[in-house]
């Protein structure tokens, strides 16, 4: 496999479950990203971890929580979320910060919350 | 004022004309810039990175104006295949600090 993989690619959840988004990336990169995407609205940033530690936590709720075990794989693990938590959450990679190549993104998870 | 705007659109572009639209940032010390390109439900994939002195990728144009915070993107002879979202990306030397633009929506038309 190559890219950037996510699973799974469709999640329905209810409020009171809790679930998890997998991300895995074969481009060898450093740098791992997730990032919420609502209807017409820029991309937020949610976490960032470098080198398997998080560097960077906008402000998101608790009750999303990331993972990321070594560099390849990231987690975002879910519980008792709200209806307006229903987005598509991408996964992204970099090598380093990314201001030369850009990032890599996968292809999404589309979560709605019931 | 947002760190990233673009214009929405959508702009409607006759299959073969050329279209070309901006996107303005706030951030002075902004360091690199990039335009990336995201089809409906899909994930964003870099279309291209948008150096100093302007640069060109086949049909695509990209240029960067410093003194008036803005980048720039022109597409010409626009095929049915280019409609698409276009975001505009600008970041700092800094952790997870790309800004996105919300995107500007291209439609070529037959």
């Known amino acids: 496999e190559t890219g950037v993989t996510q699973t799974p690619r469709h999640l329905v959840m209810g409020m009171t479950n809790k679930k998890s988004l997998k991300c895995e990336q074969h481009?060898?990169?450093?740098?791992m990203y997730w990032y919420k995407q609502s209807a017409k609205k820029p991309l937020e940033l949610m976490f960032v971890?470098?080198?398997?530690?998080?560097?960077e936590n906008n402000s998101v709720p608790s009750r999303f929580s990331p993972e990321c075990p070594n560099s390849s794989h990231l987690f975002l693990h879910l519980h008792t979320l709200q209806p307006e938590d229903s987005a598509l959450y991408l996964c992204?990679?970099?090598?380093?910060?990314?201001?030369?190549?850009?990032?890599?993104f996968g292809s999404g998870t589309r979560l709605t919350v019931v | 004022r947002k760190e990233v705007e673009q214009d929405p659109g959508p702009f409607n572009v006759p299959e073969g004309a050329t279209v070309a639209f901006n996107c303005t940032y706030s951030?002075?010390?902004?360091?690199?810039f990039f335009w990336y390109r995201q089809d409906c439900r899909k994930e964003p994939k870099l279309l291209m990175s948008?150096?100093?002195s302007g640069n060109e990728d086949g049909r695509f144009t990209a240029q960067l104006n410093r003194a008036s915070q803005y980048i720039s993107l022109l597409i010409r002879d626009s095929k049915l295949s280019d409609s698409a979202t276009y975001l505009c990306?600008?970041?700092?030397?800094?952790?997870?600090?790309?800004?996105f633009g919300a995107g500007t929506q291209v439609v070529v038309t037959p």
């Open positions: 990306v600008v970041t700092t030397d800094s952790w997870g600090k790309f800004q």
């Open positions: 951030n002075s010390a902004s360091q690199s």
């Open positions: 971890y470098s080198l398997e530690e998080r560097v």
């Open positions: 948008v150096y100093s």
């Open positions: 992204a990679s970099s090598q380093d910060r990314g201001n030369n190549y850009g990032y890599t």
């Open positions: 481009l060898g990169h450093n740098a």
